[in-house]
């Protein structure tokens, strides 16, 4: 296999023609994500967080890899696998991705110029949860304004503040919320789902926990649709003339009536069929 072209300009690294840069599990890593099987970050921007975590993936173990390397890698292998580019040059994001792994003691300028060494082999990290934070620190995003429950999933309430201060300017109470659900960080969620065209960052107003979260987001989306506040203009079927207080009444009301609801009739949190 030779050095091939992204489509976008950028290079992916062979092995075969730089053994002492890269290795066949990067070569594998490499057609999976440019396949899109499995990558986490697809819409996120590239930050300086995110390409740290790709660059300590791709490089652990080696030795004096060049910077320039470490960039065209690290940027083909998001681009392939679904992200945006960042909001900053690549050269950027690089040097300061560097610094924080240099911080953490997972690399160390090589004797030679430009060059470095990255310390492993270790295993992919799984701490999305920790990654997500980072980013959202990095694109300056609002954390949830309140959450509440507890689990390994979630169910989530956002919208924009243009959408809340024009409905109190008119002496309403609902306004325009989306209500969905994930099974990993609700930041790098939300943000998958904003297009350039939106004015303003969404805010999330309400974050529940919970480990049952396709059963909550249901009976949340068929008590609103019955009360008549679905969205039947709005893009895709989430959206609803709400508020958080609203989610959160539903929600409590919901717990409390299914707290004596027998086992056997509870949604198994590891079914992927609902």
């Not at 309140?146 to 024009?166: F, K, L, M, N, P």
């Not at 297009?195 to 303003?200: D, I, L, V």
């Not at 009976?219 to 709400?242: C, K, N, Y």
């Not at 717990?255 to 992927?272: F, G, I, M």
């Amino acid at each position: 296999m030779s050095d091939r072209s992204t489509g976008r300009g950028l290079q992916v690294i062979d092995p075969a023609n730089h053994p002492e840069e890269s290795t066949a599990d990067e070569v594998a890593m490499t057609t999976d994500i440019a396949r899109g099987q499995g990558y986490r970050w697809v819409d996120i921007p590239l930050t300086a967080s995110l390409a740290a975590q790709l660059a300590k993936e791709i490089f652990a173990g080696r030795r004096a890899v060049r910077r320039n390397v470490i960039a065209d890698s690290v940027e083909a292998l998001h681009l392939e696998g679904g992200g945006r580019a960042g909001q900053q040059n690549i050269s950027s994001i690089i040097k300061k991705a560097l610094a924080q792994l240099e911080a953490d003691g997972l690399v160390a300028k090589s004797g030679a110029f430009g060059r470095w060494d990255f310390s492993g082999p270790e295993p992919v990290s799984n701490d999305s949860q920790s990654l997500a934070d980072d980013l959202a620190d990095d694109l300056d995003l609002p954390s949830p304004a309140r959450t509440i429950g507890a689990g390994s999933q979630a169910v989530y309430v956002y919208g924009y503040e243009s959408y809340r201060s024009t409905a109190e300017a008119h002496l309403e109470t609902r306004y325009a919320c989306k209500i969905g659900r994930t099974d990993g960080p609700v930041t790098s969620r939300i943000y998958s789902q904003m297009t350039t065209s939106m004015p303003e960052w969404p805010q999330v107003w309400l974050v529940i926990r919970t480990d049952t979260s396709r059963t909550l987001e249901r009976v949340l989306h068929g008590i609103l649709s019955l009360r008549g506040q679905s969205m039947s203009d709005a893009p895709g079927a989430e959206w609803f003339m709400t508020n958080p207080a609203e989610i959160e009444a539903i929600y409590e009301w919901i717990r409390l009536d299914t707290a004596n609801e027998p086992a056997s009739v509870r949604e198994d949190p590891n079914d992927s069929s609902v």
